[in-house]
């Protein structure tokens, strides 16, 4: 018998960041897998190692210098090994001059993911680390292969790029301008994604509510999911993310008449201070926030409302941080990712000159979790007694005798059950509220 198992090559990818990436990366795996590689879980073993980065924070650019070098440590035992760096960190010409004689053999832009099998081959002939990174987007790429993780929930991307320039923010300069996918391949994608057995899907754009401008047929964001909730399979429609200036009626009313859309609104508030809101070039108030969250709570029941915060914005004073405190309290949060502000090279509020100290940003980030924290344990306490619809997505990560699943809100929730529910819809009571998760028991 022929040994083939050295010849097979073997792949891992490092994902870092957002559900895009994480989207990204299931293509980068697909595209890669066509060239015959097979993936392995030890990057100790491949013979590709790909970086998908994200460049969103100062502490996200760090974990992946960290892990640069040590996979370059590998290069010592197998010559052949090749680094490809992509995502949003290749897009900067700031890490572009770092990464010169670090051993990264192809570095490949976010607008540049479908070249990757040629720019493999080439690099697996010539030594000298290849450079492929576009400043702008091209069009829309669609029909590459991808390799999705599992078979109950899929993310589907509805648009590319960012038109918002909010003034901390790196993702324009990443992601190239805005662009959509035409709905028909969107709706072609999820009938697929639906005959394979999937579930929910979750529709994916940095701002969505701005989907379809610039199609040939302008379509809007509320009408794709009047034409999503049509497709026989799905159970579940999830989206993110929306940006308060243009969370339209039109959308509030499509989130409330399509069964399948779930009632759970991402729509970050990033600050709580008009003055900072300007800053950040946000293009809203504090009073546009509570006067659109109050009506989406009015015209959809239940409707859970989360969002992201930044504190340590350039110029934010004590008065400014409590202006976001004052607008958790006000708003109620079912929960909220909370950042400190990272200096992001090339943006404008990199410019501005009142940075905030650390120690501050530190002391902020905490009074504003223990707030957030108390209102989210107190929104789920709640819910005690309450049986809700769930999606049971499989067994629980700290308990693999339980299973988890999540509420139409997004909330997740651990309980018992037999295995065979995973991937279906069950009612459980809630027995008792957390923080982060609510456990349950299963009402067949
Ligand atoms: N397009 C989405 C997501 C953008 S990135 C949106 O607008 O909501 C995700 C979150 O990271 C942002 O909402 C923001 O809260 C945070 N973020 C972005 N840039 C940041 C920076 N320079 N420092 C700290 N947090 C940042
Ligand atoms: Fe960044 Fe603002 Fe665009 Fe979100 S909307 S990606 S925060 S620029
Ligand atoms: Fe990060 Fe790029 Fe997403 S910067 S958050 S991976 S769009």
Known sequence: MVDYSEEIKKYHILTYGCQMNVRDSEIIAGLVESMGYIETNSPSDADLVIF???????????????????INKFKKNNKELLIAFGGCMA???????????????????????????????????????ILRVWDKEGTVVESLPSKRKEGISAFVNIMYGCNNFCSYCIVPYTRGRERSREPQDIVAEIKELAELGYKEVTLLGQNVNSYGKGLQNETDFSRLLYKVNEINGIERIRFTTSHPKDMSDNLIDAIRNNNKVCEHIHVPLQAGSNKVLKLMNRNYTRDHYLELTKRMRDRIPGVSITSDLIVGFPGETEQDFEDTLD?????????????????RTGTKAASLEEQIELETKKERLNRLNKLQYSIATEINKSLEGKTVEILVEGTSKTNTERLTGRTRCNR???????????????????????TFSLFGDYVS
């Open 52 to 70: 998908n980065t994200c460049s969103v924070r100062h502490s996200a650019e760090n974990k992946v210098y960290g892990k640069l070098g040590e």
């Open 91 to 129: 897009q900067l010409n700031e890490v572009q001059q770092k990464l010169k004689n670090t051993g990264v053999d192809i570095l490949f832009g976010t607008h540049n993911v479908h070249e990757l099998p040629r720019l493999i081959e080439e690099a697996n002939q010539e030594k000298n680390p």
């Open 327 to 343: 607008m958790v309290d006000k708003v109620k949060f079912d929960a909220a990712f909370t950042f400190m502000y990272s200096v």
């Open 412 to 434: 997740i929730i651990i309980f018992s059950g037999s295995k065979d529910l995973i991937g279906q819809l069950i009612n459980v009571r809630i027995e008792e509220g957390k």
